[in-house]
């Protein structure tokens, strides 16, 4: 990667997995994710600049909604309806129409003239009020108006302080995807990502948006494998920390700021995977020679060795119902994905297409997975149908990695590299939307799109 380090610890992977470009795409991949390293510098979060989005491709059939300005917002610490106006276009689901010109403008279901907004090829139109309370904070109320019945498809009540004013936005714009499209909406989920500034690197949490983005960890060395507890109060890590130098599965609380080990064995210890309860952890270990998974309980105890063989396992994933993991393995020559009972059992090979295929995460829903397949010198995301193995290649970018479902399983988040420079972008599922999040500075990677709020 031009102008990037991101070192890697190779225990003698096979050069002939990658080919005559093994240095370069073994350091990008991390194919048995074996520990990179943190020294802990801070725990105290820390503001940090925003990710910004950019919208470089959407549906083929987009949804006309107009949002009109919520009554009284005006004096307020944030706009609630500009961030659900992102919120709603940046899902490339929705056509944003204009609301401006209107004297008044509505307010209230009373208040809208459907004529009007048929006129604007509006299907529907988005209002609300905010009004203060004596304790400070606000009451905010929202309506869905249907523009061809002429009726309320929806409407919320929220109270809110200025400091939840943006949340309350997200929850509204959540609310009104669900509505109209079925699924639920992610505007309100969080995601985290490595950050490297010069020798610096930094584990941060951010809104799905980019905005809000705190460093929740910082480190002289990097910090790889971040991974989401299902109830999005912890992360799972791997470091490999000063004196002992060698790579270290810890949890961090992001309610308390502390953290703890919990897979601290002789050799590597890497690729944490949270089983859907939240109760267990799947570890990659090499404590009994090579690179094997193995299960255990979330406070470190209960270890119990998975899988069998001589070759490179690694980098496993729970279905959504912790029956089943995904793993990607050399076994069979060159690296695959394999997927197992999560109990231990045989494992039966899943993907077929190309030479090689790494880093697969279950779609939420169950029923396909996504990775990273190399097509010729590139590294791309694709999703694969676990019952018809029919494989769809999302991305073209040169290098792409870490592949992340979002809750709803509409879109993936993923590290790729534009101009020499690591950012991530997002796809949805079935490769029509794409957004790109850039940072202000620093090379970003090793994103994970945390769970929907509780």
Known sequence: MSGVSW???????????????????????????????????????????????????????????????FRAEGGLPQSLTSVISADLARSGVFKLVDAGGLNPPPHEPQDVNYDTWRARAAEAVVIGTVAPRPDGRHDVRFRLMDVAKQ????????????????????????????????????????????????????????????????????????????????DGTRIAYVSFEMPQKKPVVYIQSLTTGGRRP????????????????????????????????YLMNADGSGVTRLTQSSAIDTEPSFSPDGELLLFTSDRGGSPQIYGMPAKGGEAR??????????????????????????????FNVAVQDLTTRQVQVLTEGAVDESPSFAPNGRMILYATEVGGRGILS??????????????????????AWGPLPK
Do not use: C, M
Not at 16 to 44: C, I, P, Q, T, Y
Not at 277 to 286: M, Q, Y
């Open 151 to 230: 009726e309320q498809l929806a409407g919320f009540a929220y109270t809110a302080s200025g400091a939840q004013l943006r949340h309350t936005a997200h929850r509204i714009a959540d609310a009104i995807y669900e509505k109209l499209t079925g699924d639920k909406g992610v505007f309100s989920t969080r995601i985290t990502y490595v950050v490297k500034r010069g020798a610096r690197y930094e584990l941060q949490v951010a809104d799905a948006d980019g905005f809000g983005a705190q460093t929740v960890l910082a480190s002289g060395e990097p910090i790889i494998s971040p991974a989401w507890s299902p």
């Open 7 to 69: 070192p890697v610890v190779r225990t003698g992977l096979n050069k002939e997995f990658v080919g005559s470009n093994f240095d370069k795409f073994l350091g990008l991949h991390r194919f048995f994710r074996a520990a990179l390293v943190l020294a802990l510098l801070a725990l105290s979060p820390a503001a940090s600049a925003v990710l910004t989005i950019e919208i470089v491709g959407t549906g083929a059939t987009q949804f006309p909604i107009a949002v009109v300005p």
């Open 349 to 378: 090979r899943l993907t077929f297409e190309g030479s090689y295929n790494v880093s697969p995460r279950f779609n939420p829903d169950g029923k396909s997975f996504t990775f990273i397949q190399r097509n010729g010198s590139r």
């Open 426 to 447: 997002a796809v949805s599922s079935d490769g029509r939307v794409k957004q790109r999040l850039t940072a202000d500075s620093g090379d970003v990677r090793e994103p």
């Open 262 to 293: 919990v897979a601290n064995f002789w050799g590597s210890n890497s690729a944490p995977a949270w089983s859907p309860d939240g109760r267990k952890l799947a570890v990659v270990l090499t404590k009994d020679g090579g690179s094997q998974i």
